[in-house]
């Protein structure tokens, strides 16, 4: 179980609902994903305007948790209004803060970033903060009350997996609330290795929707992550310098 604040939840893969080819494709994904949690850029909706095509419209909103995210915004004080208004909206009362503080890499700005999460914190949101892979921000992060924290693997959208693994498992390892890996996954092996590293979850987009088959590879991830999963709970035989027989012959009479 993912225990995010109040939420529950069976699936530890969170999906990002953007850049898939068509409507169709991202339900069918979304579909075979089992994904509990999707979330999407506030400001990319037409939340208020029901003129508009919005993608909630294709999903069976009664089986996810959406958690809006504030993508977009530079500020703190913009990060906080857009969570404002996904909270007016009725969508939820989780929030995902995405402040971009570098337009080339996407590297979120670790400054607006813990202002973002602190505001929000005590205006009572789940916050859920997208961080860089630096260990003592993301000590910061929780020690102000954030219900996850979500340290990147690598820059949005670049599919180079996990750079740091280091990082990330000593932010597994010092951190009390769910940490989900997100942003930078490629491959499902990257998935699994986060897994494998102790993360509580995964939130993927762009490895999905950017497939050549995105429906197959939202099955794949979402199989990476339970194997990676249950690889981590089986826990890892030690790394040895040199070779163990897998079979020993130790106090065997070999004729
Ligand atoms: C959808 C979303 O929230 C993204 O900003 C997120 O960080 C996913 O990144 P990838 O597209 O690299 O998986």
Redesign the pocket.
């Known amino acids: 179980m993912l225990r995010i604040g109040p939420f529950e939840f069976s699936s530890r893969l969170l999906l990002?609902?953007?850049?898939y080819p068509n409507f169709d494709v991202q339900k069918k994904a979304v579909d075979v994903s089992e994904a509990e949690i999707l979330?999407?850029?506030v400001r990319r909706m037409n939340i208020f305007e029901a003129s508009q095509p919005n993608f909630l419209e294709n999903l069976d909103l009664k089986k996810y948790t959406l958690l809006p995210?504030t993508?977009g915004a530079k500020t703190a004080k913009e990060a906080v209004r857009i969570a404002k208004l996904a909270k007016a909206s009725g969508l939820c009362d989780m929030i995902?803060v995405?402040l971009i503080g570098c337009q080339k890499t996407l590297l979120p700005d670790p400054i607006e970033t813990i202002k973002a999460s602190e505001e929000l914190v005590k205006e009572g949101f789940i916050v859920l903060p997208?961080t860089s892979d630096d260990v003592v921000l993301a000590k910061h992060l929780e020690d102000l009350g954030c219900h996850a924290i979500m340290p990147?693997a690598?820059?949005?959208?670049?599919?180079q997996g996990i750079m740091n693994p280091l990082n990330l498992r000593f932010i597994i390892e010092q951190t009390t609330v769910p940490v989900i890996i997100?942003?930078?996954?490629g491959t499902p092996s990257d998935a699994a290795i986060a897994m494998e590293l102790g993360a509580d979850g995964v939130?993927?987009?762009?490895?999905v929707?950017g497939a050549k088959d995105p429906i197959k590879m939202a099955e794949a991830m979402k199989l990476a992550i339970k194997a990676g999963r249950l690889g981590f709970e089986a826990g890892r035989i030690a790394r040895k310098e040199y070779g163990q027989a897998s079979s020993p012959v130790e106090g065997m009479s070999i004729g």
């Open positions: 990002g609902t953007g850049k979330t999407f850029a995210n993508a995902k995405e997208y990147g690598s820059p949005i959208g670049s599919g997100d942003a930078g996954i939130l993927l987009n762009t490895a929707s």
